[in-house]
């Protein structure tokens, strides 16, 4: 991808090896001879001038001679923070074989070994013991203009449970495909972690381990901290994006309930995933010629994922002219100790309004003091099953096998990231259903082959949704993030979907394709922003304008300098 015209000169104070230290700034031996002399930056690099071509070509040499998934993981991540834009120039040129090194699955690794594999400072560490001087650290930043930011405290990281601060690596992965995928400058983005300690007694154990090293402040200490950061954040950058990310469920929706009207702000695994999970069960049941108001959904994990999803396909279904009541009949939710009925003790609020009524599944016959999945696919026999518990296996060939029975080509997600915590791999559900099946998974997976037939395996991941999200935001400045803008997000995923459109091909596009139909979700979520007032009014030509003139891309600039 190159742009048409080339951008204009960047005025830079920096010189010499400030400017080679700088990630957004440094073009290594791109630097031309001019540059050289004007920047005191002769005698600093080999002679040889070269392009960004060569350059990747060099890096990608290097990046083929790690065998190891988490070794390439650490050589990306020092280019990144060497030189942001041969960073991504090299990612857009290896989309495919690259996403899953920096994002799921070996971003969970990174997260997991984060100071083990610690090599130099990126983003933001806002820690509990600095909570008195929150503008100042905000001023630290190494960014002046930030326009994304993806923040987190760690204690759910993907299906791996509480990372303490490790949870950094989840908040450079998002922000990583903010820009390769949603066209957003890394010049405008931060990776925040919130440490306000870790349970993770492990990692309290480790010499190693580099975050605060005490249990987590909870309670009125911890919302009173994450106040403050927020009110910091608001002052600082008023108008900019905060994606919550990898929350535990306890804080995950009382985060978003309490913010989502006063920042513009979103639950990234509530409601981007809310958005993907519909979007792709959309183009499923299109592709089945079957209406998603017609299913019957059963959810393995009944948290802020599992709900988030669950009450959008309910929004869906009475959407398409069913009776809520009847929509909350047809979703079926399965947690730790089986079916979410009226008398399961202890629900969180958001899980309350999702129980099945006693006297709905009075005639359904299971032994356990709650029906299990087995039961709910002998039972309800779902035609959609959804897995976002985090925990490996639970999709057992005897559910998938009992599912099959009980209705025409399933629809199976095993949503969990990531690729060791997935509920079934697809091969499996793919053998237990004889290929009669409709797949997608969170993680990304090879294409299967069965009897002849190969099966491409979508991914189901909100990284589909949340570049768009922002780019359509930052376009037309929206104050706020409706339910409204992510369900038009999730509508134009749907539309591109190649199986639903064409018969052929993945249940989604494949990522290659992402940075394009980011666009067009950004066109169609700034649009809804704009009807709801909740952002300029711009005409369609000029908002396609300003989609564009966001969009950023990796190419290197010609430097002049001013002086300091
Ligand atoms: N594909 C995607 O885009 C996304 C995938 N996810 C994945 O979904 C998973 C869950 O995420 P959250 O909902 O945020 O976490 P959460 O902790 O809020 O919810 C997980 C739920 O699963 C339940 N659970 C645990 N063991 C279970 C079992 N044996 N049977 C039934 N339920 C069980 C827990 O009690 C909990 O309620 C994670 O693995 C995450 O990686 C989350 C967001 C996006
Ligand atoms: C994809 C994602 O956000 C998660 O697994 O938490
Ligand atoms: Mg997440």
Redesign the pocket.
């Known amino acids: 991808m190159s742009s048409s015209t080339p951008k204009p000169s960047l005025y830079t104070a920096y010189s010499g090896s400030a400017l080679l230290e700088t990630p957004l700034l440094n073009k290594g031996n791109a630097f031309i001879a001019e540059e050289r002399q004007a920047f005191n930056l002769t005698g600093l690099l080999p002679p040889r001038y070269e392009t960004i071509e060569e350059q990747v070509e060099r890096a990608y040499m290097q990046y083929k001679s790690f065998d190891e998934a988490i070794n390439k993981h650490i050589y990306l991540r020092a280019i990144q923070d060497n030189n942001e834009t041969l960073f991504y120039r090299l990612l857009q040129q290896h989309l495919e074989e690259m996403i899953p090194i920096i994002y799921t699955p070996t971003v969970g690794d990174a997260c997991e070994q984060f100071s083990d594999i610690y090599r130099s400072a990126r983003g933001l560490f806002v820690s509990y013991q600095d909570r008195h001087q929150l503008d100042d650290v905000l001023r630290n930043a190494t960014k002046r203009k930030v326009k994304v930011i993806v923040v987190t405290d760690g204690e ?1 990281v ?2 791996l449970g509480d990372q303490g601060i490790g949870g950094m690596g989840i908040s450079i992965g998002k922000l990583s495909l903010y820009t390769a995928c949603g066209g957003i400058s890394p010049a405008y983005t931060l990776p925040v972690m919130l440490d306000v300690g870790t349970n993770n007694q492990e990692l309290l154990n480790d010499p190693m381990y580099m975050g605060l090293r005490h249990k987590r402040i909870e309670g009125e200490e911890y919302d009173e901290f994450v106040d403050l950061f927020l009110q910091a954040v608001k002052r600082r950058w008023p108008e900019a994006i905060i994606q919550f990310e990898d929350f ?2 306890p804080n ?1 929706m009382p985060l978003l309930n309490r913010y989502r009207e006063k920042y513009c702000c979103f639950n ?2 509530i409601q ?2 809310a958005a ?1 999970s519909v979007g792709t069960l959309l183009a499923a049941c299109r592709s089945k010629d079957v209406k998603l108001s017609a299913q019957k959904i059963a959810f ?7 709900c988030g999803i669950a009450e959008q396909v309910i929004s869906q279904m009475v959407a398409e002219g069913i009776s809520e009541s009847q929509a909350r009949k047809q979703v079926f939710m ?3 100790f089986g079916l979410l009925t009226d008398t399961t003790p202890g629900l969180r609020d958001f899980q309350q309004v999702l129980v099945q009524r006693s006297d709905d599944i009075a005639n359904w016959s299971f032994s356990g003091e709650f029906p299990n999945l087995l039961d709910v696919m002998h039972c309800a026999k779902p035609g959609i099953l959804i897995g ?4 490996a296996g ?1 999709f057992t060939e005897q559910v998938i096998r009992a599912m099959k029975k009980g209705c025409d080509t399933p629809i199976v997600f095993p ?3 990531p690729s060791k ?1 997935v509920e079934a791999t697809p091969e499996q559900v793919i053998e237990w259903t004889d290929g009669d099946v409709i797949i997608a998974t ?1 993680s990304p997976f090879a294409p299967v082959t069965y009897n002849n037939k190969q099966y491409p395996i979508a991914q ?3 990284s589909y949704i949340f570049p768009g999200i922002g780019l359509g935001v930052l376009a037309v400045k929206a104050r706020l993030i409706s339910d409204e803008m992510l369900r038009a997000a999730s509508k134009t995923l749907a539309g591109a979907s190649p199986l639903a459109n064409t018969g052929k091909g993945g249940l989604l596009p494949p990522f290659t394709e992402l940075a394009e139909l980011s666009k067009t979700i950004a066109f169609n979520v700034a649009k809804v922003a704009q009807q709801q007032g909740l952002a300029l009014d711009v005409d369609d030509e000029v908002l396609k304008q300003r989609i564009e003139a966001n969009f950023w891309r990796p190419e290197y600039r010609q430097y002049k300098r001013i002086s300091a």
């Open positions: 759910r993907l299906g535990a469920q995950a990234d695994d981007g995933t993907v393995v994990g009944a948290g802020s994922a599992g399965i947690d730790r976002v518990s985090g925990q639970l949503l969990s990231n915590q969170g189901c991941n909100n």
